[in-house]
């Protein structure tokens, strides 16, 4: 899975090496990353014209915060890599506006042109950013207030503390607008929702059903992830 999205994602910087990505954090993605580094480190990969954006932020934790989606960015990629640090854009969790930290996002990624390439991972229940279920799929980058599952999944990152109750997220419009998306799912605890998002209906309930309406999405999934599908078990 990590192999065949790489390749996906160097196909697309070959063909336009200037390619705006929209990037996930978490689990999944980190082999991927991994390759992207072997692969600039051995000499084949140069991202230095290319943009990033991060899809989402969690609110209120300082961009040095060993759990902040900056410094897993930092140290999983955009630190390893020869990316240009003026091309390089995360949600701001700590901005004492977060609106207004919203509103700067979603022209910014409106002034790079939109997006060529939107790699997402995919919650347990759906979710896609930081978009949980019921994200308007009009919506934009914005607060938004994490679910208890979500926060549950992610607390082994917060060691003492609780997870964050609140993210700054790309939105459903925002994702849907990027000109390719690749999903990528391991495991069998995304089973279900692989399932719901590709065989049960398009709606606000399961956020990554809507790239079934998306015209040029590829899902990347190990055997575990897929496990669910052609079973007829999607709601
Ligand atoms: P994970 O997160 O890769 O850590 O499973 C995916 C997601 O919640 O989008």
Redesign the pocket.
């Known amino acids: 899975m990590s192999a065949a999205v790489a390749d996906a994602v160097v196909d697309r910087l070959k063909e336009v090496p200037s390619a705006v990505l929209m990037l996930?954090?978490?689990?999944?993605?980190?082999g991927m990353y991994r390759r992207l580094v072997g692969m600039h480190r051995s000499g084949e990969l140069s991202l230095v014209e290319a943009t990033f954006f991060n899809l989402d932020e969690y609110l209120g934790l300082p961009p040095d915060h060993p759990a902040s989606y900056h410094v897993y960015m930092k140290e999983n990629f955009y630190g390893l890599i020869d990316a240009d640090p003026a091309r390089i854009f995360v949600p701001n969790g700590a901005a004492e506006h977060p609106e207004a930290e919203c509103e700067r996002y979603e022209s910014a990624i409106r002034e790079a042109g939109g997006t060529d390439v939107c790699v997402?991972?995919?919650?347990?229940n759906g979710?896609?950013?930081?978009n949980e279920p019921g994200a308007p799929f009009d919506s934009r980058t914005r607060v938004v207030r994490l679910s208890e599952s979500?926060r549950r999944?992610?607390a082994g990152d917060f060691e003492s503390e609780s997870a964050p109750e609140c993210a700054i997220t790309v939105g459903m419009a925002t994702i849907f607008e990027s000109r390719e998306v690749l999903l990528?799912?391991?495991?069998t605890?995304?089973a279900a929702a692989v399932a719901a998002a590709v065989e049960g209906e398009t709606s606000e309930s399961v956020p990554a059903s809507m790239l079934k309406k998306h015209p040029n999405t590829t899902l990347f999934l190990d055997e575990d992830a897929a496990s669910d599908l052609g079973r007829g078990v999607a709601g």
């Open positions: 996930p954090t978490g689990t999944t993605p980190l997402l991972g995919i919650g347990r979710h896609i950013g930081f979500t999944v992610n990528l799912a391991s495991g605890n995304k």
